[in-house]
């Protein structure tokens, strides 16, 4: 199978020179913006559009400070004009060859000589011509608008008459259109203005689609030459494809494979890079050997001198661009921002410094002007496919950068390629949001590469599910019951609190978390609390882990015996009243007892004289009975202060408890 792509794709001269020009102003930091898109081409217009260039529609759009650049199409003099009259400056990047025919029908005005020019009077180029027309103007762009023009101007069959044709015309149904216009206007001078690289450009693919099975065209679908060549090359060759990217070729595999020869041709506006995309995507496709596409890709692209591999030096780092001494090269070398790095938020500075050696890819040579605009980021990319298909079959960990949150998940930058990572396989712990991964370095695995449409999907959950598996299998290698740990409680249930050992969790059940019946966890701990656990039980196979958390020296008996000792006063609360006395609670499950006697310093007939449930009260801890759990209390040891009214007391207390 043959490949072949059309020696004159990509850039012609005038739409080079504009980009140039732009770059060039880019360079120098002054605020640009373009009368139009500059180019029909969509990702170059995007590109120009994060170095920061502005599409404006009339020059009254412009801010101050701006350079206004006028595109190749050119502009009707009106226009220029009015951007002298509004005080912008002008950077005039109309293609010599249009500005040819600008004088030519100002030269016809001059002498009020009718122009008659064959193009689309809706294309930016037509409209410039026509504005440089004082004279008579009259438009035709096919067979049925040259017979409408024909008909109307029957004074004109016999006059002066100049004709001129849109750069981009085809030629071969000019070729026809001159028949007639000579038949009919018998006066007339005609300046066939078709700029030679579109005549190459059609001749071109009219000769390759005649030979190919298939037709790739590349270009913008609103080029009026990437339209022309799509035409041309689908009269010839019915399976004829236009694309602006290579994510555009989805092709029939089966249609390709039975193809004796693929032909690639692109338009005037088509950057060389994307060419060379799709080349290497028809590569994947066909799944064909990679030595003989590379040598065709190489022997292919050689003619457009722009795909070379150089070494270089930086030089100097701008907020635009980074300057690059290249070896062997007479011309000076620059690498745009956006050519620098995948990460579209990297900062030229924390990319290179001054002096560091680059392996780099010509993008586009300006002899005329001597600069070589240069890539880092594709020749790290070509390195960051081998990298990452590489950790695909190697389930080998990567890190980058996440660069952007998009619809449906997350890109991360490593190696200089974008890995999407689907929202599902984004966030490992619950209530993270993809948002705030945003510009944090990641771990995660390969799960899918498609090299030919440059995708390349990355799971950071799977990393996480690896890196618990390994935890788990070092976690129950040592687990054993009783075994201490220093815990953050994670969550908290009805039935008890989850909390992380370290990568792994377990339970702390509600019954384990106090000494006394609570109702729910938050009574004992929160969510983000540090606990001292320890295991309770465990089942590897199931991956339960029960924890303890309340301790023997907690137990409120124990904790009586430390902290209240006989003679202690406490603050109690009345619990329940008796004929005999009143119940008050000291700590929770542990009550004493204040017989009637000792409620008062005078004699009460019944405790709900003095008392009633609820009351907090101070009293005074006079006896405690461990073995049979009974505690002697009384208010009364406080109100008289005599030893031996409280010993007496004490004694009839116990005997009362004790009954
Ligand atoms: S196609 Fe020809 S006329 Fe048009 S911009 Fe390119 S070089 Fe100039």
């Known amino acids: 199978m043959k490949i072949e792509v059309a020696k004159t794709s990509g850039f012609c001269f005038g739409v080079n020179r504009a980009i140039n020009k732009v770059q060039e102003l880019l360079d120098k930091g002054k605020s640009v913006c373009t009368l139009g898109e500059i180019i029909h081409n969509k ?173 790739i065209v590349i270009g913008g679908k609103n080029s009026s030459n990437t339209t022309k060549l799509y035409n041309i090359c689908k009269n010839n060759c019915k399976q004829t494809y236009l694309i602006e990217t290579a994510d555009e070729l989805n092709l029939d595999v089966a249609v390709l494979k039975k193809a004796a020869c693929i032909g690639i041709t692109a338009g ?187 995708k390349a999907v990355g799971s950071i959950r799977s990393v996480a599910k690896e890196q618990k598996k390994e935890i788990m299998a070092k976690f129950w290698e040592t687990a054993e019951i009783g075994k201490k740990y220093t815990g953050k409680v994670k969550s908290l249930t009805s039935y008890g609190a989850f909390v992380d050992i370290g990568g792994i969790d377990g339970m702390i059940h509600i019954s384990e978390l106090s000494w006394t019946k609570i109702k729910h966890p938050s009574e004992v701990v929160n969510v983000g609390d540090t606990v001292e656990v320890y295991i309770k039980s465990f089942d590897a196979e199931k991956g339960k882990i029960s924890l303890g958390y309340k301790k023997d020296e907690d137990k409120p008996w124990e904790v009586l015996k430390r902290e209240y000792p006989v003679g202690t006063v406490a603050e109690v609360q009345i619990v329940s009243l008796t004929s005999f006395g009143a119940f008050a609670r000291i700590l929770p499950t542990i009550d004493g007892l204040i017989h009637i006697s000792q409620i008062s310093d005078h004699r009460i007939e019944k405790p709900q004289d003095v008392l009633s449930v609820g009351d907090k009260v101070k009293a005074k801890i006079t006896a405690i009975d461990f073995e049979k759990k009974k505690i002697s209390l009384s208010i009364r040891a406080l109100l008289v202060n005599d030893e031996e009214t409280q010993k007496t007391v004490t004694d009839e207390t116990t005997e009362k408890t004790a009954e």
């Open 43 to 215: 990702q170059m217009v995007e590109k120009l559009s994060k170095s920061g260039v502005r599409i404006i529609n009339t020059p009254d759009e412009a801010e101050k400070g701006d350079i206004i650049v006028i595109r190749s199409h050119g502009v009707p003099l009106a226009v220029k004009e009015e951007i002298s009259r509004l005080g912008f400056e002008c950077c005039d990047a109309t293609c010599p060859f249009v500005s040819k025919i600008h004088n030519i029908v100002s030269k016809a005005s001059e002498k009020n000589i009718p122009v008659i020019i064959a193009g689309d009077k809706n294309h930016p180029e037509v409209q410039g011509i026509m504005g440089h027309c004082k004279s008579n103007v009259f438009t035709f762009k096919n067979q049925i608008e040259l017979e409408e023009l024909v008909k109307n101007t029957k004074n004109l069959y016999n006059e002066e008459v100049w004709l001129v044709v849109q750069t981009t015309f085809d030629v071969s149904a000019f070729k026809n259109y001159l028949k007639t216009i000579k038949k009919v206007y018998t006066n007339v001078k005609i300046f066939d203005t078709i700029c030679s690289a579109t005549t190459d450009r059609q001749e071109e693919a009219n000769i390759l689609s005649k030979q190919s099975d298939v037709m």
């Open 268 to 454: 005037a506006s088509t950057p060389a890079i994307i060419i060379k995309e799709v080349f290497n995507t028809m590569k994947e496709i066909l799944n064909e050997n990679e030595q003989s596409f590379e040598e065709l890709l190489e022997e292919s692209l050689k003619s457009m001198n722009s795909d070379d591999k150089v070494h270089g030096v930086v030089a100097r780092i701008t907020p635009n661009a980074v300057y690059v001494e290249v070896e062997g090269r007479k011309q000076s070398g620059f690498i745009p921002l956006d050519e620098l790095s995948a990460d579209p938020n990297a900062k030229a500075e924390d990319i290179v410094k001054v002096g560091d050696e680059l392996d780099l890819l010509i993008m586009r040579t300006n002899d005329q002007e001597g600069t070589i605009m240069l890539s880092k980021k594709r020749v790290d990319a070509n390195k960051g496919w081998d990298i990452i298909s590489e950790a695909l079959q190697n389930k080998e960990v990567l890190t980058g950068i996440v660069t952007d949150v998009i619809k449906g998940g997350i890109i991360a930058v490593t190696n200089a390629i974008r890995v999407f990572i689907p929202a599902s396989q984004a966030t490992v712990n619950k209530g993270e949001t993809l948002e705030s991964l945003l510009k944090k370095e990641v771990k995660f695995h390969i799960i899918e590469v498609n090299r030919a449409k440059r």
